[in-house]
């Protein structure tokens, strides 16, 4: 819960400051499925953050990549990628190398990989890999 707080003004009625009522809702939901050997349902892996190139991605990404959902994972870890279902290669191979990209294969995990063309195609494959069912 969120800004669940006492120090309100009054509202009269034996709600006064630091005394209050509050009505809250609680919802049952059931989590999907979350498999042992892969339970991170997407990884974007990029390359190197030194990489010059994966740096200006990011650069461009910024806000982007704020704004996604939590169920998809960015970061730099083929060992963290490892743990995902379907992972996303954002780079050719001097970013990310063949090596990783089949030692994920290897692991289970379905792998796409994206070459870093243009602002537009990097965002087109981002939004459907992050919102593929």
Known sequence: MVSIHTNHIGEGDGNDRFRHSFYVVFQRTRQPAISQTHPLPRYVLFGSPD???TATVLHLLDEWLATQPKHVVFGFSPDEAAAAQRVLILGD????SGDIEARLRAAGCDVVRAALTSWRDI???LEQFVHAP
Request: hydrophobic share 30%; proline share 0%; charged share 40%.
């Open 51 to 53: 990489d010059r190139r």
């Open 93 to 96: 191979t001097h970013a990310v």
């Open 123 to 125: 965002r087109t494959v």
